[in-house]
Nanobody, 115 residues
Framework: QVQVVESGGGLVQAGGSLRLSCAVS????????FGWYRQAPGKQRELVATIRLGGALNYGDFVKGRFTLSRDRVENTVYLQMNSLKPEDTAVYYC?????????WGRGTQVTVSS
C-alpha cells in the first residue's frame, strides 16, 4: 500500500525559511509525478510545486523563485525548500504521489507564517 508522509511544517516569522519533506513508501512501480499543493482556510487547494518522472518542474505563480523542489529518486522523497516566507503562505501543505494505482495524498502539514 502506497503511503505519503509529510514532515517539516511549523511556525516561522515572515522572511524566514522552512523545509518540507515528503516520503513515499510502498511503491512497486515508478512515481509518475509528485509534489505539493496547499490549502489556506476558506480557499481552494492550489499548486505549489511538482516534479515529473523526467525531472520537469512546475511551480505555482505565487512562488516567484522563493521555493525550490528537489527529489531523491532512490529514497522516493521530495523536499520543498521555502524561503522568504510571507504570511499569505500560511496553509496546510499536502504532498501527493501519482502512481500506477492512482493519486495518493498525505495528511498534510501546517505551515504558519507570522507577520
Amino acid at each position: 500500500q502506497v503511503q505519503v508522509v509529510e514532515s517539516g511544517g511549523g511556525l516561522v516569522q515572515a522572511g524566514g525559511s522552512l523545509r518540507l519533506s515528503c516520503a513515499v513508501s510502498g511503491v512497486t512501480f515508478r512515481i509518475n509525478d509528485f509534489g505539493w499543493y496547499r490549502q489556506a482556510p476558506g480557499k481552494q487547494r492550489e499548486l505549489v510545486a511538482t516534479i515529473r518522472l523526467g525531472g520537469a518542474l512546475n511551480y505555482g505563480d505565487f512562488v516567484k523563485g522563493r521555493f525550490t523542489l528537489s527529489r531523491d529518486r532512490v529514497e522516493n522523497t521530495v523536499y520543498l525548500q521555502m524561503n522568504s516566507l510571507k504570511p499569505e503562505d500560511t496553509a496546510v501543505y499536502y504532498c501527493y504521489a501519482n502512481v500506477r494505482s492512482g493519486v495518493v495524498w498525505g495528511r498534510g502539514t501546517q505551515v504558519t507564517v507570522s507577520s
